[in-house]
Structure formats: structure tokens, C-alpha cells
């Protein structure tokens, strides 16, 4: 559908609108949040969160909307782009690269050392197991649920302090403390470790 008929019948009709406008350019849209997301852990309930978000944003800004200065689909893919971006920034935790490079000196610990202490990898074999022990961690670590894996997240990936981290979730850091140390417990079991 062409825009001046499209941005009418939002005008017009908007239930009608906003489905023709979703169903023109849901894959589009889909496919630049992805390409954002790409390298980094999410779920596909983040890619419809951050679309949906995306038409929603258009609605809401349509009456500030100039179709002399960009079409509708350069306007999607712009607010797309930056609704990526700002999900990332809010949603640091889950930044975790599933294939990091390997860390540098006096950075923070990555894969499964920080919580197993695990022996590093000193051949090809050991680091393709490791590879998959970190995958097999990142997805037993989201398995547990909220607060849990942030928790777990903020403070061995991240290395934030459990007072910080008692800010961020809403809840002492003592509790903190005892709810990671029980996340560890389980991680260890599921890692005969």
C-alpha cells in the first residue's frame, strides 16, 4: 500500500490503519531489531516487545510525522533502530555475548569461571566443551527466572556489589546474597560441579 493511502487510513480508520501498517512492515521492522540484537542473548518475546513498541511509537508521533521528509518505511526503520538500541541500554545485563572473545587481563570474568571456577581451556577440545558449558550456563541461568538470573548476572558477569544490585531488583542485600548463593548451588548441581 502506498503511504498517502496508508497514513488516510490510519487517519480514516485507525484499527484498519495500524493492521495494514503492521501487516506491511512487521518483517522489516522485525528484521532491523534483530540485526541490532545480533551477538547478543535475547528472547523472541524481545524482538515482538521492541516492534511493537516500534508501531506503537508511530502512532503516537504520526501527528509530527512529514512524509516530504521521509517515507514511512525510512521513518519505521529509524525509530526501530533507536528503540533497539535503547532496549539494549536498559536491558545491559542480557548484553552477554554468547561467543565472547576471551577476556583480558584485569577485566571482568566471563563464561563459566566466575561461577564454577572452572579450569581454563588449554586445548581446541576443552575450548569447544567450554563453549558449550557457557551456553549450557547462559540457558540454565535464564531458566531460573526473575530476580534470580539478574542476580546471578549483575553480580559474577557484571561484577556489580549485592547492595547495588539490591537497588536494582528491590530487595535487601542480604536477600541478594542468600538468593545468588542458591542460584550458585543449583548451577553447580546442573554442572555436577
Not at 526501530?80 to 576471551?102: E, F, I
Not at 570474568?109 to 581446541?124: A, F, T
Not at 547462559?138 to 549485592?162: H, Q, V, Y
Amino acid at each position: 500500500m502506498e503511504d498517502s493511502l496508508l497514513l488516510e487510513l490510519l487517519k480514516k480508520d485507525p484499527n484498519r490503519g495500524m493492521d495494514e501498517l503492521v501487516k506491511s512492515y512487521s518483517g522489516l521492522v522485525s528484521s532491523v531489531i534483530k540485526g541490532r540484537f545480533e551477538g547478543f542473548r535475547y528472547l523472541s518475546t524481545d524482538i515482538e516487545d521492541c516492534a511493537a513498541d516500534t508501531f506503537s511509537d508511530f502512532w503516537l508521533g504520526l501527528s509530527g510525522y512529514d512524509p516530504s521528509l521521509a517515507s514511512v518505511k525510512t521513518y519505521l526503520v529509524a525509530i526501530a533502530r533507536n528503540n533497539a538500541a535503547g532496549y539494549l541500554r536498559k536491558n545491559s545485563w542480557r548484553r552477554l555475548q554468547v561467543d565472547p572473545a576471551p577476556s583480558e587481563e584485569g577485566s571482568a570474568p566471563d563464561g563459566l569461571d566466575p561461577v564454577l571456577n572452572l579450569p581454563d581451556p588449554e586445548d581446541e577440545t576443552e575450548l569447544y566443551d567450554a563453549k558449550k558449558r557457557r551456553e549450557k550456563l547462559l540457558c540454565e541461568i535464564e531458566a531460573m527466572g526473575e530476580p534470580d538470573s539478574s542476580i546471578i548476572f549483575r553480580k559474577f558477569f557484571l561484577g556489580e556489589s549485592s547492595k547495588a544490585i539490591s537497588e536494582a531488583v528491590g530487595m535487601t542485600a542480604a536477600n541478594v546474597d542468600t538468593r545468588a548463593h542458591r542460584a550458585v548451588a543449583r548451577l553447580k548441581k546442573a554442572f555436577g560441579v
